[in-house]
């Protein structure tokens, strides 16, 4: 099964940039929906933001403004780009993919977690 891949995080000071990757395990000619989590330790897992083939994007409301969310060309890649990073930021950030779409058939469900990058804000 391809998988999401995730990579990019890392450790920056308060107001500082990070752009996060997520690319499919292995060869796949299917697009995604896919979606961003975070969770910190002792926290549970929230949702961060999430992307459709089509482009169209959500977002939490403790990111909105701030982190902006993106597809490659070929819509098996999400970007996740993050400004105006806070300390209560930190945590390990997930990729998931949510719906796939083959050889443009129906949509259907492909729930798949990456391991995870971690990004650490300090202050």
């Known amino acids: 099964q391809v998988k999401p891949v995730e990579s990019g995080g890392g450790s920056v000071q308060t107001g500082g940039s990070l752009r996060l990757s997520c690319a499919p395990s292995?060869?796949?000619?299917?697009?995604?929906?896919m979606s961003w989590y975070r969770q910190a330790p002792g926290k549970e897992r929230e949702f961060v933001s999430g992307?459709?083939?089509?482009?169209?994007?959500n977002y939490a409301d403790s990111v909105k403004g701030r982190f902006t969310i993106s597809q490659g060309n070929a819509k098996n890649t999400s970007y996740l780009q993050m400004n105006s990073l806070r300390p209560e930021d930190t945590a390990m950030y997930y990729c998931?993919?949510?719906?796939?779409?083959?050889?443009?058939?129906?949509?259907?469900?492909?729930?798949?977690w990456g391991q995870g990058t971690q990004v650490t804000v300090s202050s």
């Open positions: 998931k993919t949510d719906r796939r779409r083959c050889n443009g058939g129906w949509p259907l469900e492909y729930n798949y």
């Open positions: 292995g060869y796949t000619v299917c697009t995604y929906d």
């Open positions: 992307i459709d083939s089509d482009g169209r994007t």
